[in-house]
């Protein structure tokens, strides 16, 4: 079956340019708080700042004071941009009503597109998090406060609510299990980190995966050597990716191999000589050793055709 | 082969911790410079109270102590699996400085992190400063040493009826290596309307590894393994509208691969001249690998003088390569928020990378098939990878609770491919043996100049409707469209190009629910098909299903549960795969005080792998091997490989974990976990002396860990670890795996 691709992408956005042309306008309805409390064009006068918020809430500002966005006071002459009220929004009715809290913004309780949009209204632009509103976290109504937490950070970098990778295992408990199988990436031993492979705020690619500058694997990262190019390219490493024949996380095979005999592995594919490439010739009986005995290069060869050296 | 580690180690560690001392070093000269420069302008009346130095609230630690180390069992799978050995250890340190003005002189934060230091497998620095709107700055070093020896990838399987009988009871391909990883990345004035970014990464590996080379029969090779790969980044971030970045960022990677092979000793013997030769891996004299034993000699060395000189051996081989890949890339993307509705990302990237190397190879021996006593090959490869990468997502936002995501993923690469390589053999003329020397052959030049290129392009688009019902519940349907298009021109002559053309057409949805502030779950599932496929395994029909939900009843207590269902398949009769990876989990944390805490999980994983294959198998007299007996005809399809039979892996897997906290005294803490491991599963076995691999196993570590705070901020450490690794795989001529090992490690942390 043939699709023509080009008329999909030019439908899609066709539908996308229609959306954004009816919308548009000054009548448009406010559907998302991007601005933060400053989209609220509240008056200077509106906001009481920090000093007034510690009056009552002293344990949750002290322990915010020690983290970054205590620098947001150096904002001079922005006040919605500034301490508590940065997030939360002015707080002059929020003081005057005795502490009503429907005067003011209270995260807890509220839905995660509003809460993300708080915090996405300063951090939306950095390096790394422009894919957040696409991605599956924010499909599955996973928000920054799931994550993140900004007054009880049990991880002052990046003020994680966890550490690391037992914050994700919190959800993920199958990629906790695979961790623990006795081959795997070394996740628990705290050399490497969930996010080194994967982007939590989401990436251009299916399950957050990230990928490197030129499009290739993340994994070549660390397993520089594989990457090539290649005189001799073996086709499913880069037409179908490590997982072709490896699983990422963890395995109870060496080599985090998908199965336990890398004969076969091999064979599944290199049978049938009418589907594919032929397989081998040898009596398995007579002389059955691993393929990569003689096949070493697996990966790729600079001069061998059939990858034995 | 362990005989080399310890040296290679030593000086391998002497240069593993270069890149780690220099982060270390940046650290603390910082930390002095800055502490120095506030305490001179704080008022020197006021005594600074505990931890706090100039404007500083300093908080550090340093973990020093031992590991004691017991193995019973095979060292080398310990060393494969777990690798902690005896000897002093810097356990771990730590510093974090914090301005407490949040205006420091040099930086307002400083965090540095460390841990494995003296010997461990795993070791890290990780390093952090920043200073408000100046700069940012991240370090990281990492080193991690592998050690593998575990022959299933390379067996020989030399049966014991062979004369001589010598069972490879080590993995050929047996390999040491540490890798040691540095990133760098500085951004300047991270929250100026232009910012900058400068990043730098190395990744070196080096270390002993064991390799084979197959000419007339297998030889072992070593190969000391050395690759660097060195990534340099620069980048601009121009904030050009409100909520707008447009980024520009260039890389460059330079590879070097400097691993060169040379002939190893493994089944050594001496000609009737006293040269020594290398009989090589394969020693199966009932199927002449090497050869045979000819009467009236009974073994093929005796008296360590070979008794067959017609025999597959090598005198000596040889092989340098010297690959240098530069690859420079471009990016440009940007991110904007700008509309009220619509969020937009999105970039493009052109990268080329160049790779060239010389070859040299020498082989001197005897390739009885081809009558070749020796052979020398040269050349030059070089390959390119030009690659177009670009992605754009935009979510607009409908109503309040509705929107539609889109993303679009395009990546494209061609890798023309070019080799120029000569092989001059030499040819025996006449009777041709280890004895027949090289001028009583003939030189005969074999060229191979390969042209190829290799092709493929990629393009995804997937739409999403996401609907917000309310704040408790909300589901999402979306579709993907891909396309793929592979073309591998094997020498350029018409008709030898491999053309694929593929379109994949995936059906989303998920819904997730939070009915309570302590209960949510999410459900989502993607069924996709494939119109066609490049290799033979990838699936025409492929389903996940994915169930998570945690519950958290009290503040202290956590449940959670997921079900990770993957099916794939294809139904073409000359195939039949089929293949799926169930896993369902639960975990709990309950931690109802401050003293007890208890954590459990349990996760039963299961995976099928099945495709129709066919082989070539034909067991001795008087031995029947199942898979063989019960494989139907494939002489039609393949009549090198007449059996036909279903390569049935099945393989389910139990981890169970349990860990409990308690705190009996105000100066005592004590940790007791669980960790088990269990595998059963099957393969087809091909052949008597096949080992059936790692399906069936527990592995257990329970742990026991206790720290004394023995005040004046010390804190006394100890734990012990078991590790068993238990194997009941039939193992055939390859060295049993089982171990179990103690760990006990003591430590003195001081902290404040």
Known sequence: MRVNLRKICALTFFVLLLCVVSMAGPAAQQVLDKGGPASKAASNSQYVGADTCKTCHEEIYDAWEKTPHWKTMLNKGTPSKQGCEGCHGPGAEHVAGGGDTSKIFVFEGKPREETSARCLACHGDTHGQGHYPQSAHASSDIGCLDCHSPHHAQEKEFLLARKQPDLCYGCHTTEKADFAKPFHHRVNEGLVQCNDCHNPHGTGTVRQVRALPSGDAVCYKCHADKQGPFVYEHVPVKTEGCMSCHTPHGSTNPRLLRVSLVNMLCLQCHTFPTQGPAGPAHNQSAKYQACTMCHTQIHGSNFSAVFFK | ???????????????????????????????????????????????????????????????????????????????????????????????????????????????????????????????????????????????????????????????????????????????????????????????????????????????????????????????????????????????????????????????????????????????????????????????????????????????????????????????????????????????????????LVGSYAYSSATMSTPLYESFNGLITRTGTRAFTGTGVADANRISDTADFGATLHLTKHLRLINQFYFWAYRIPENGNFSEVDSVCTGTCNLLTPLNATSPTTSPTVQQASFNQTLKRNQTQLAWDFSKKAGASVGFRYGNRVFDHFNDFLPGDLDHFDINEFAALAGVWFRPTRELRMNFDMEHGNYDNLIVRIAPRKETRYRLQSNYTPRPWATVGGSINLVQDSNADSLTNYVGHNQNYGLTASLNPKERFGVDLAYNYNSVIQNALICFNDTPPTGVTLPFVAGAGSCAGNDPANPLLGNSFYTNHTQFGMASVRFVPHPRLTANVGLNVTGVDGSIPQFNILQPLGSLDYIFVQPALNLSVDLGHKLAWNTSWNYYQYNEGSFVGPTAPRYFHANLLTESLRYAF
């Open chain 2, 1 to 343: 082969m362990k005989s080399g580690k310890t040296d290679l180690q030593t000086f391998r560690g002497s240069r593993s911790k270069s890149s780690a001392f220099t982060l270390l070093a940046v650290g603390t000269v910082l930390a002095w410079l800055a502490a120095t420069g506030s305490a001179q302008t704080s008022n020197p009346s006021q005594a600074p109270a505990v931890g706090e130095y100039g404007d500083y609230q300093v908080h550090a630690s340093a973990e020093l102590g031992g590991r004691f180390t017991g193995i019973v069992g095979s060292g080398n799978m310990y060393d494969t699996l777990v690798n902690l050995q005896s000897g002093p250890r810097f356990l771990s340190e730590t510093l974090s400085m914090q301005s407490m003005d949040h205006q420091g002189l040099l930086f307002d934060d400083l965090y540095v992190d460390s841990f494995g230091w003296g010997g461990d497998p795993n070791n890290a620095l990780t390093l952090r400063a920043d200073k408000d709107k100046w700069y940012n700055l991240q370090g990281r070093f990492r080193r991690d040493q592998n050690y593998s020896d575990f022959n299933l990838l390379a067996n020989p399987l030399n049966p014991p009826t062979s004369n001589p009988s010598i069972p490879a009871l080590n993995s050929p391909h047996l390999f040491d290596t540490v890798r040691r990883m540095s990133d760098v990345d500085l951004t300047l004035l991270p929250q100026g309307w232009l910012s900058f970014r400068l990043g730098y990464s190395h990744n070196n590996m080096t270390g002993p590894s064991y390799s084979s080379v197959h000419e007339g029969t297998d030889a072992l090779l070593l190969q000391p393994w050395n690759t660097t790969l060195n990534s340099y980044r620069v980048g601009v971030d121009a904030r050009v509208a409100p909520r707008t970045v447009l980024s520009f960022d260039e890389f460059l990677d330079y590879y070097r691969g400097d691993t060169d092979a040379q002939l190893a000793p493994f089944a050594p013997a001496l000609l009737s001249s006293g040269a020594p030769v290398e009989l090589g891996l394969s020693i199966d004299t009932a199927n002449r690998a090497p050869c045979a034993v000819v009467p009236p000699a009974t073994s093929l060395i005796s008296n360590g003088t070979l008794t067959n000189v017609s025999c597959n051996a090598y005198f000596g081989y040889l092989r340098n390569q010297r690959v240098r890949t530069s690859a420079p890339t471009e990016r440009v993307s940007f991110r904007s928020s700008y509309f009220q509705r619509l969020e």
